[in-house]
């Protein structure tokens, strides 16, 4: 399965961006799936994720702001991202993950102007 990302950008603060990721298979199969992102200097975190079964998790400083949705019938999973920060600005990587597999897609950059 190949994960494509999508939807990233230069925005200010307190705007809003919809990320995607598409699949190029059935994203029904994996249990999890979910946002990462990474900034400069810093580790990959979980920002975001969501079960087969619809249960969401989120970092707590997108508590609010963020919300992860998945579309099993379009293979892909979104992040609407609203009221962002600068903080917020990072590659951010979509990751699908069974119990036997766990797959990344390219980043998409989100830069965040105060």
Same mark, same amino acid.
């Given at each position: ?6 939807? #990233?950008?230069?925005? !200010? +603060?307190? @705007?809003?961006? %919809?990320? &995607?990721? /598409?699949?190029?298979? $059935? ?6 799936? #979910?946002?990462?992102? !990474? +900034?400069? @200097?810093?580790? %990959?975190? &979980?920002? /975001?994720?969501?079960? $087969? ?16 949705? %998945? ?44």
């Amino acid at each position: 399965v190949q994960l494509q990302a999508s939807g #990233g950008g230069l925005v !200010q +603060a307190g @705007g809003s961006l %919809r990320l &995607s990721c /598409a699949a190029s298979g $059935s994203i029904s199969r994996f249990g999890v799936m #979910g946002w990462y992102r !990474q +900034a400069p @200097g810093k580790q %990959r975190e &979980s920002v /975001a994720t969501i079960t $087969s079964g619809g249960l969401r998790n989120y970092v707590d400083s997108v508590k609010g702001r963020f919300t992860v949705s %998945r579309d099993n019938a379009k293979n892909t999973v979104y992040l609407q991202m609203n009221s962002l920060k600068p903080e917020d600005t990072a590659v951010y990587y979509c990751n699908a993950r069974s119990s036997i597999v766990d797959y990344w897609g390219r980043g998409t950059q989100v830069t965040v102007s105060s």
